[in-house]
Structure formats: C-alpha cells, structure tokens
C-alpha cells in the first residue's frame, strides 16, 4: 500500500479507486502538471501572502503566461471566518474555469466555501450555506484545484469545509459532494519547511482523524482499512520528524510518509466524518485559538480507552494491524505520542487553567461528531474526559 517511492498516484489503486471523485495526483513533483491544467484557463488562487510567494518562486508552477488570466486572493487567514468568506467574495468580480488552493486546510477550506458562493444566486450569504446544505447542491461550484502545503487536515479530499464564526464562537461545516476538489496534487516537498509547531498540529490532526473514523459508528471494512494504513505511516512519520527538525536534518523521506498518511485519514473521514476528540476541539479552537490538530488529539487518549471498552473486535485487529501484542499496547501508542509531542503542556501554556475549559463544555457536543462514538456520550462523559485529559500522565 505504501506509495513512498511512486512518482504518480492518480487514482490507481482497487483498493479505493472510486471511493472518491477527486483525481490524485500523489509524489515529489507532481505539482509539474498543474501547468497542463490551466494552459488557456481562467484562473483564481486562494493562498495566504507567504503562500502566494512561495507560488510564484516555484517554477513548476509558473502558470502565469500559461492562463488567459490571473487573479489572486491572497489574504487567507488560519481558521477562516464568515466575515474573512464574505470580505473576499465582494472582491472577486471575474468568471473562472478553476480556482487553485494553495496552502493548508485554511486555504482549501476558503477556496470550496468561494467556489460555491461564487456560483450562488447573489441574495445568498455564506451564512446561508452554512445553515442549508441543500442550497449547495442546486450549485454548480468552480471546479476546484488543491494543492495541500502541510500533511494533516485532508480537506483536499473531503466534501467538508470549515468555517468559524469569531463573534458567536462557533465552528460551522459546509457539507455537499459539490465540495470535493476536482484534482489535488499532493507533493511532499512542499512541506519540507515546516516547522515543528505546524509539523506536529497537522501531523495530529491526521492521526487522529484517522484514529476517529476507526472508533466510529460510520466505519466499515474499506474506511477501516484506510484510517489503518493511514497509521502504519503517520505513528512512524510524526515523533521521526520532530526529531529531524530539531537535528535540522533531511526529512524528506518521512515528509512523504506523513503526506500519504493524510491523504488515507482524509479519504476515510470523508466517508465516515470524524466524531468525539473533534466535537471536544472545537471550542477549545474558537475560544482559546488553539491548533486544531493540537485541540483534537488533546482528548485523544482518554477517548481511545472509552471506546475501547465499548469491547469491538476492531480495536483487537488494529493493535494486530499496527504490530502491537495487545489492546494495552495499543494504548501505550498513543499516550506516549501525546507525550512526545507535547501535547498537554501546548494545552496548558495557552488555557491555563482546567477550569476554562469546564465553563464551556455545553459547547462540545457537536450532532454528527459526538454521536459518532462507539458509546453513548453526554455532558457527565465530556467532563470526565477533560479531566481525564488535563491530568494526563503515562
């Protein structure tokens, strides 16, 4: 399954061929054949200013004199709002063949909310689409071009894209099969800079998304066995990156591990969404601007052991599976991934005290998230998890 030494990975494996309409291409420098795209398009590019930069200095993506024309939004914020989505439609006034996403969750997340609203009826908000799915799917979206820039959120191959609300503190998703990315070049070197703050946030957020379509009342045997091989690759890739970073050695090898690792945890939760670590995230981003891989796996081994004890045999064949002697190994993983990335200690250093936390547990139960688990989940749980997860020792 591993595809490290593939140059191309366009959709060729019967393994999941099918199970998504967006065409991948996965390896180094795939991103060379953007340019056949956009020869004669009509192009926008969503990205940040450094992303935009990075762009334009990259000569396999020297699309410019290859494009009847051009257009940039390059003001792409980290967890974008309704505000940030409505301030940016207002600028674009062209008609577009394709809108190219360049950067991280962020950005692909902000290209799939424009590529609809775009195309909507002008009296339609992005408020609108957020509270009624169904009007996404009277559209016809801008085939949308994502190009991922760091290895964890997955929105690359997903129908989802989420959007906050900064007054109200709230995470919203846009959800519709109109949303999958037309084509997604997935190409590790361009995460060879990142540095180990982002390494590990994105790189959490993986796994755990991975992680959380397996404890999922959604999964099935080929999600199962993608979020499976998702963390063969990303319990290896991530603690080996941080230690390359901070050596500041070649990373390459492991860089190309983890960007596959996304890709599978990304095709799993596209089929089954994610479920309780996610719904507990949520408002410890809105509120305290914590990473989102980083508020995901703060719950992570606290919930993996709740669900264990929901007594499925997945759990035995995925200690099997990932070369562990037993379920107690399992666990063991993953406390002591948390601890190697510093987990609890980020949490801490930006809440403070637990008791923040508690003040907003009613938020933390998300319908379609939570309700995902292998158990019946309610407030008293969601506090004995926090706890559990603020004190967390190995």
């Known amino acids: 399954m591993a595809l490290i030494d593939k140059d191309l990975y366009v959709n060729n494996i019967n393994f999941w061929d099918g199970l998504i309409p967006t065409k991948v291409y996965f390896g180094r420098d795939s991103r060379k054949h953007l340019k056949s795209l956009c020869t004669g398009k009509r192009i926008l590019i969503i990205s940040t200013k450094n992303g935009r ?25 980290s ?24 950067g991280g969750g962020s950005a692909i997340d902000s290209a799939k909310a424009l590529s609809v609203l775009l195309k909507a009826k002008s009296n339609y908000t992005i408020g609108d689409l957020v509270m009624n799915s169904e009007i996404i799917n009277e559209i016809e979206p801008i085939p949308l071009i994502a190009i991922p820039t760091t290895s964890g959120t997955g929105s690359e191959v997903t129908p989802f894209a989420t959007i906050w609300d900064s007054i109200n503190k709230k995470k919203y998703s846009l959800l519709s099969d109109k949303l999958y990315p ?49 963390l063969k690759l990303g319990i290896v890739a991530l603690p080996k990156l941080i230690d390359l970073i901070r050596n500041n050695e070649d990373s390459n090898y492991y860089r190309s591990m983890m960007a596959e690792s996304s890709l599978l945890a990304g095709m799993a939760i596209s089929k089954t969404r994610t479920a309780l670590c996610h719904s507990i995230s949520y408002p410890i981003t ?71 936390l508690i003040n907003i547990v009613d938020q933390m139960y998300t319908v379609n998230r939570a309700d995902n688990a292998l158990f019946n989940v309610n407030k008293s749980i969601i506090l004995n998890i926090l706890h559990k997860s603020w004190d967390f020792v190995c």
């Not at 590790?188 to 993986?206: F, K």
């Not at 035995?316 to 406390?335: F, K, P, T």
């Not at 250093?349 to 008791?355: H, L, R």
């Open 286 to 356: 809105a509120y305290f601007n914590v990473p989102h891989g980083v508020a995901c796996a703060f719950s992570m081994a606290s919930v993996l052991k709740l669900n264990i004890e929901a007594k499925d045999e997945r759990f035995n064949q995925l200690a099997l599976d990932l070369g562990c002697q037993n379920i107690e190994s399992l666990i063991n993983i993953v406390d002591q991934l948390v601890l190697y990335c510093n987990v609890q200690d980020r949490i801490k250093s930006i809440v403070q005290k637990k008791e923040k």
């Open 53 to 77: 930069l990075r762009f334009e200095r990259d000569m396999f993506l020297e699309i410019k004199y290859l494009c009847k024309y051009l257009i940039w939004v390059d003001n792409v914020k």
């Open 79 to 102: 967890n974008p709002t309704l505000k940030d989505i409505t301030v940016q439609s207002k600028l674009i006034r062209n008609k577009f063949d394709y809108i190219i996403a360049f």
């Open 182 to 230: 037309h084509v997604t070049f997935i190409d590790s070197e361009l995460t060879l800079n990142l540095n180990e703050e982002i390494t590990i946030s994105t790189g959490l957020d993986a796994i755990n998304q991975a992680f959380e379509s397996i404890w999922n009342r959604n999964a099935n045997h080929r999600t199962i066995r993608l979020a499976t091989e998702s």
